[in-house]
């Protein structure tokens, strides 16, 4: 099997990411596959935490600040076997700040690790310390809780992928027209005539043709897979068609809602005893629903392209 990079990521802090990337790690790990689970989330580190481990030697902070050469030092076994997690830390001052090159040098060092499935668990936003490392994922996840207001900004991360997509696209062609023109689309107010991809893909053609049509061919096949994390009633699951209007109304790309994760006190059971909810609850709702998503993301694999 080629190795599987996924990434959680989401709009909104406290919306279920971490929880989720600890348990669908466990999920794949039980499921006889060799996973990695790696806490990007730079300022707010606590993957380890859900995972149960109290102490580590090393963290992803320790390869930044260069006291390991290779981040496969900051690998940290776990109690379930198949699984091993690098810890996010918390000795950098101003993580926002993250070069982009410290970012590349780290992306590299993921992708040589040795493992079937990566789990990214990455920070709240879409600042590009975020969709940057969405970038080497074959498959992201984005999480979200079921109200509106956070419907909303799910729709704002997906529109911020896409454009850092373009502007790096388009920094690799070397075709600053482009890149301004992107720009100006960000400004909706000022020039509605690019508030849809549609219509910037329209003028894009005007300055290169031939960038244009690829760039608009790969954001067209993109199809962020969401899930709707802490779902109480029927309504909640409806959201994901709302969601899905938005997005190809004015992105042009269409959203799969991939599962529902009901609202279960199993979660927050085990977190306060430093137990996964997989481990200590392993037929609640939460973790029933986990299993069936790491099922299907098996069986989905080799069979689709690489989506945001
Ligand atoms: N399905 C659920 N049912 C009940 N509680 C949940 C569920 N999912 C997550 N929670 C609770 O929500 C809180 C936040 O979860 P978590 O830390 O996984 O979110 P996060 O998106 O990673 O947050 P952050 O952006 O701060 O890293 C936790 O206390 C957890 O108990
Ligand atoms: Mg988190």
């Avoid at 090393?58 to 690098?86: G, H, M, R, W």
């Avoid at 599962?259 to 200590?280: F, G, H, W, Y």
């Amino acid at each position: 099997m080629p190795q599987e990079i996924i990434a959680i990521y989401g709009p909104k802090g406290g919306v279920g990411k971490s929880s989720i990337s600890a348990n669908l790690s466990i999920a794949f790990a039980q499921l006889k596959k060799r996973v990695i689970a790696v806490d990007l989330d730079l300022g707010g580190a606590n993957l380890h935490v859900l995972l149960g481990i109290k102490d580590y030697k090393y963290s992803l902070d320790d390869f930044i600040l260069k006291k390991i050469t290779d981040l496969s030092e900051a690998l940290i076994p776990t109690q379930i076997s198949n699984l091993k997690v690098i810890c996010g830390g918390s000795q950098l001052p101003d993580i926002a700040n993250l070069q982009y090159a410290q970012k590349v040098k780290i992306i590299n060092h993921i992708i040589k690790l040795q493992s079937d499935i990566i789990i990214l668990d990455l920070a709240a936003g879409s600042s590009f310390n975020v969709v940057d490392f969405l970038f080497i994922a074959n498959k992201g996840f984005i999480i979200t809780t079921p109200e509106i207001t956070s419907l909303i900004n799910v729709y704002s991360v997906i529109k911020t992928s896409v454009f850092r997509w373009l502007e790096l696209f388009f920094r690799t062609k070397k075709n600053q027209e482009l890149i301004n023109l992107l720009q100006e689309a960000k400004d909706v107010k000022k020039n509605p005539h690019l508030a849809t991809m549609d219509g910037f893909f329209k003028e894009a053609s005007i300055i290169d043709i031939k960038i244009a049509e690829v760039a608009k061919n790969r954001v067209l096949k993109l199809k962020p897979l969401i899930i709707i994390n802490r779902v109480q009633t029927k309504n909640d699951i409806a959201v994901g068609d709302v969601l899905h209007t938005l997005t190809a109304q004015y992105l042009g790309i269409g959203t799969d809602v991939i599962i529902t994760i009901p609202e279960d006190d199993a979660v927050r059971n085990s977190i306060k005893i430093m137990i996964p909810t997989l481990i200590k609850y392993p037929i609640s709702p939460f973790s029933l629903s986990i299993k069936q998503l790491a099922l299907k993301v098996l069986n989905q694999l080799n069979t689709e392209g690489k989506v945001l």
